[in-house]
């Protein structure tokens, strides 16, 4: 085989070259300018009108962009709009007489000098052929090739450039509605971002000083925003401390998880959070608001959604906790170098049965007993080999030694990350840990 003449050498590395910087670049409109410049420097003087049937009726067109074979027309058709949503809407002229059906057609020793829609674009061309570029089996774009030579279009040529306009349209699709895609994305995580900062903003962020109690909490999204929610609320009357410290009654504590995960699940926990202010002054006790919580959010049309949560009445004075609990999963309590869950008492998810009601239970508290609340996504954390965290290694590692509530958070951070060796939680991660002074 006699090895490519140095013309041909040229050739290929001219379409090679484009092809490399087509495949690399996002843009429809910069792709279709570099292939149509290289195609007239290896196939000669032509130009190219690109027209639009998309979103217009009937018999009508936008003229979305002008390739001379001298370079683009910047002055009428800027190409900024690959859609062409913001060209005017225009009709006749020989573009509506091509259009008139979606047939490819050609045209040899013509003479355009002032076109009623192109005016005198058309004049340095000769011959041109029009070629319908299919979307969804409609003919919604046109590819107009201009020749500055009589015969530029010879019959055998017809063919493969209705293949290549085609090839070259589905291109341009492509690459618009990636773009499209690309910007629809950015704009959800915009949106998603905002909601996942409002989530972090019903927090309590730092935790409200509470007589007797050292606190320490940690919420870890699996997705930017998610369903775990936990709060801390002073409940019934106000009652202001000797030393003016903040409020000296009851405190509620809750933890809670939305079912499923982002920004349903987001949205959800803002409800709740919302539903919680505007009782917790008057219930009576845990079991009262969580029936409250439950009447409201049941008769709410959110997709079968529920909610998971523990919520207890913490009284400084007595150290006695007063707790009811929604299907969440049951705190750990070590005491006396014991871990024991508060199980006494469980019902019903919120949002699932309207009726459903709380009983309530009562432990007493003492000084250097730990609490730790938490959501499912701690026990459920899947190692690589399937096996879940578990009960068993949550209650070893509340055993260990800590000597403050921010350093059982730590510990069972460490125990849960050593399981899941590198793994990415698959659910949100909320731990919520109190220690009696």
């Known amino acids: 085989m006699a090895p490519p003449r140095k013309d041909e050498n040229k050739r290929l590395r001219e379409l090679i070259d484009m092809l490399r910087e087509i495949s690399a670049d996002p843009d429809p409109v910069s792709s279709v300018t570099r292939y149509r410049r290289t195609m007239a420097t290896l196939y000669g003087d032509r130009g190219l009108i690109s027209i639009s049937r998309r979103g217009v009726p009937e018999g009508q067109y936008r003229v979305i962009r002008v390739l001379h074979h001298q370079g683009i027309d910047a002055g009428r058709y800027p190409n900024v709009e690959f859609a062409g949503a913001t060209a005017p809407v225009v009709s006749g002229g020989i573009i509506g007489e091509l259009l008139a059906d979606e047939m490819p057609k050609v045209m040899r020793d013509i003479s355009i000098a002032d076109d009623a829609v192109l005016g005198e674009i058309l004049a340095p061309y000769k011959s041109l052929m029009a070629t319908p570029v299919f979307d969804n089996g409609r003919a919604l ?3 107009i090739f ?14 493969s450039e209705i293949l290549e306009a085609n090839l070259l349209g589905g291109m341009s699709n492509s690459k618009r509605a990636n773009k499209e895609l690309l910007e629809a994305t950015a704009y959800i995580h915009h949106e998603v971002d905002e909601i996942a900062s409002i989530q972090r903003g019903l927090l309590p962020a730092p935790l409200p000083p509470i007589p007797g109690l050292e606190m320490a909490a940690v919420h870890e999204s699996f997705d930017r925003a998610g369903g775990d929610y936990y709060d801390v609320f002073p409940v019934g009357p106000k009652e202001d401390c000797p030393d003016g410290a903040g409020h000296c009654g009851e405190w509620g504590i809750l933890i809670s998880d939305a079912s499923g995960h982002g920004p349903s699940a987001a949205v959800v926990v803002t409800m709740l959070s919302t539903l919680i202010y505007t009782r ?14 439950n009447r409201h959010i049941a008769t709410k049309p959110i997709n079968s959604s529920f909610v998971t949560a523990f919520l207890m009445y913490y009284n400084p004075e007595t150290r006695v906790v007063r707790y009811a609990c929604a299907g969440h999963n049951h705190p750990v309590l070590r005491s006396q170098g014991e871990a024991k869950w508060l199980d006494a008492v469980g019902s019903f998810p919120l949002g699932i049965d309207r009726g459903a009601w709380y009983e309530e239970a009562e432990v007493q508290l003492h000084p250097g007993d730990s609490l730790l609340l938490y959501t499912d996504g701690i026990t459920e954390a899947k190692a690589l080999s399937g096996e879940f965290f578990g009960e068993e290694r949550l209650q070893n590692a509340i055993l260990n030694g800590h000597t403050s509530a921010p350093d059982l958070i730590d510990t069972i951070r460490e125990h849960v990350k050593l399981h899941l060796l590198g793994q990415r939680p698959n659910d949100d991660q909320t731990m919520l840990a109190m220690r009696v002074l």
């Not at 201009?146 to 063919?159: I, M, N, S, Y």
């Not at 917790?280 to 919580?293: C, D, R, S, V």
Request: net charge negative.
């Open 146 to 159: 201009l020749g500055v030579k009589a015969d530029a279009f010879p019959t055998r040529e017809v063919e």
């Open 280 to 293: 917790a002054h008057k219930a009576q006790g845990p079991g009262e608001l969580l029936e409250y919580l």
């Open 141 to 143: 774009n046109w590819l």
